[in-house]
Every structure is written in structure tokens, then in C-alpha cells.
């Protein structure tokens, strides 16, 4: 702590003298209207230039279930964000990878992505400067830490809304997943193959696991197209990142390695993960006593003491006073 408060010794320094803050102000400032040309720049040079927007029609013509709001804004967006998208092909990978988790499959995601990264990051601190700063007023060290912290929100904005979109639909799998097992069971004891097994089971939870739904019509899709099953439950598997899902791929790949029969192998499993959301919920049950102690002791119990305890306190101070 020690070393922390002398490494922002000389920043304290430098905020008491009001030459030095209008001159980070100023530099603040000239930093913002750079940063708002270059996105300007990036974004007059992706549209402008025929062959990016034939290629980007093109996918996105070509793609399955591109998003309808990339059709507006994302056309402004995408080629802002591809100038922004890292080289490193372990980094670019683990974005798309994080994206397609979240549901958003099209080609021009990962750029959408960064540009919405970029608008964000320099909108809000131009608007505070031309409209905010101008008028009310602050001390510049105030502006530059509103500037400084909005253009950091901005930037870290579109990360929280991603993880938050995977939680989202990981849970939304989660729980459509039991529905889908009885449903795959029965259609595999009736003599269905698992391709076509998986195709009505997707098209019946269309209404009450959309989301489920969209993926297992997805694996169709893909075993219709000439996928191998194996390389289909794979890609299934790596696109969710559910464990139950991760789960029942490693024992449909078994089964059909060992051949051994897809109902029984299925029904097991649905017996397995019976028991585990068993084992979770009696474990979320077990829990609630620990967590309502703290509303209890600094919530209610003051409240209790205030209203059981309130009155004959007042009494004996009335008496006391009176004596």
C-alpha cells in the first residue's frame, strides 16, 4: 500500500497545479478529436471501398441466421471494427468462439464486435466534452477522471455484456436440456435415428427452449449438408460450452464408438443428469440458511430491537428524567 501511495505521489503533485491539469485537459481533448478522426477515417475507407462491401454482402447473404440489426448500424460498424481486430489468430479465434456462445454465428460478428468496442470507447467522452464540460462547471482534474473513466466503462462495456450473454444462454441450455433427453429417448426407443431423432426433438422445443432449439436444428443442418455425426456433436459441443452438453456429446461418441445402443446410452444419461440437478438443487437448499444470515442479522434484527425494545427504553428514560 505504502509503495502504491509513492508511485501516485508525483499524480497528486501534478493535479495541485492548475497549469499542469489545463494542460492534461487540453491534451485529453486533442487525444479525444484524434481518436474521433481515425474512427471517421476507418469508417469512410471501409465503405467507401467496393471490394470490402461486395465481400461483406456477400457473407452475409451467404451466412444462416445473420442478425437483422447488422443490416443498419453494423454496416457503419463492421468496418470500423475489422481495422481493430487482433492478428494474433489464438486471440481472434477466442473471440468468435466467445460470440458464437453467445448466439451470434455471422460472419462479420467479431468486427461488429470491436466496432461497438470503439464506439463506445469514444462517443461518451466526446459527448461529455461538448456537452457536459463546456457548461457545468468543474474542476479540470474533475473532467479529466470523468472523461478518463467513461472512455474505460465505454471500452469495457461490450466485454461485460458478452460474458453476461454467455451466462444467459449457457442457462437457458441448461435447463431445456433434461426436456430434450426424454423427448431424444422416446424418439430413439420409436426407431429413429439420432440425425432425424435430433430433428424432430428440435423442431418440438421450438416454443419452450428456443434456444436449444436453434442448436440442435443447427446440428441437422450440418449432418443434411454432409457432416459427419461425430464432427457435428463436436462442433454442437464447442459452439454451447455447457457442460451437460460436453457431456452427452462424450457419451453419444462413445456409445456409437463402442456400438453400443443410442436409446439405453441416452436414457442412462438422463438418469445421471436427473441426479445431478437433484444434487444441486439440494446443495442451492442447503445454502439458503448461511446466505439468510446476514439479511437477518443487519437487515431485520435491528429493526425488531428498534420496534421490541423502543418503547420500554423511552419509558425509562421519561422515568429516569422525571426523577
Excluded at 65 to 70: F, L, Q
Excluded at 130 to 136: E, G, K, N, T
Excluded at 141 to 154: F, R, T
Excluded at 250 to 271: D, E, K, P
Aim: charged content about 20%; glycine content about 8%.
Amino acid at each position: 500500500m505504502e509503495s502504491l501511495l509513492v508511485w501516485l505521489e508525483p499524480f497528486g503533485n501534478l493535479l495541485d497545479d492548475p497549469q499542469a491539469v489545463q494542460l492534461g485537459f487540453a491534451a485529453m481533448l486533442g487525444l479525444a478529436i484524434f481518436a474521433l478522426m481515425v474512427a471517421v477515417m476507418l469508417v469512410v475507407m471501409g465503405v467507401s471501398d467496393p471490394l470490402r462491401r461486395r465481400l461483406r454482402h456477400l457473407e452475409a447473404s451467404a451466412a444462416t441466421g445473420t442478425a437483422a440489426g447488422e443490416s443498419g448500424l453494423g454496416q457503419w460498424l463492421g468496418p470500423m471494427g475489422e481495422r481493430l481486430v487482433p492478428t494474433e489468430e489464438e486471440a481472434r479465434s477466442r473471440i468468435a468462439r466467445e460470440l458464437r456462445r453467445a448466439g451470434k454465428r455471422s460472419p462479420g460478428a467479431v468486427n461488429l464486435f470491436f466496432g461497438v468496442r470503439l464506439l463506445c470507447t469514444v462517443v461518451p467522452p466526446l459527448l461529455l466534452l461538448i456537452l457536459v464540460v463546456p457548461f457545468v462547471r468543474l474542476e479540470p482534474a474533475v473532467s479529466i477522471m470523468l472523461v478518463v473513466s467513461s472512455a474505460i466503462a465505454g471500452y469495457l462495456l461490450p466485454r461485460y455484456w458478452l460474458e453476461r450473454t454467455i451466462k444467459r444462454r449457457s442457462l437457458l441450455l441448461r435447463r431445456g436440456l433434461p426436456d430434450a433427453l426424454d423427448l431424444l429417448v422416446v424418439c430413439s426407443e420409436a426407431g429413429l435415428g439420432l440425425g432425424a431423432a435430433i430433428q424432430r426433438v428440435a423442431r418440438d422445443l421450438e416454443v419452450s427452449h428456443p434456444e436449444l432449439a436453434e442448436e440442435l436444428h443447427l446440428f441437422g443442418l450440418q449432418t443434411r449438408a454432409g457432416m459427419d455425426n461425430k464432427a457435428a456433436l463436436r462442433d454442437l459441443e464447442e459452439r454451447t460450452g455447457v457442460d451437460d452438453i460436453r457431456g452427452l456429446v462424450t457419451t453419444l461418441l462413445q456409445s456409437m464408438r463402442f456400438g453400443t445402443s443410442i436409446a439405453m446410452t441416452l436414457r442412462i444419461y438422463a438418469v445421471e443428469l436427473r441426479d445431478k440437478r437433484t444434487q444441486e438443487a439440494e446443495e442451492k437448499a442447503a445454502k439458503v440458511s448461511t446466505k439468510m444470515l446476514f439479511p437477518l442479522v443487519f437487515c431485520i434484527f435491528p429493526s425488531f430491537f428498534v420496534v421490541s425494545l423502543g418503547p420500554p427504553l423511552l419509558g425509562a428514560v421519561a422515568a429516569l428524567a422525571g426523577r
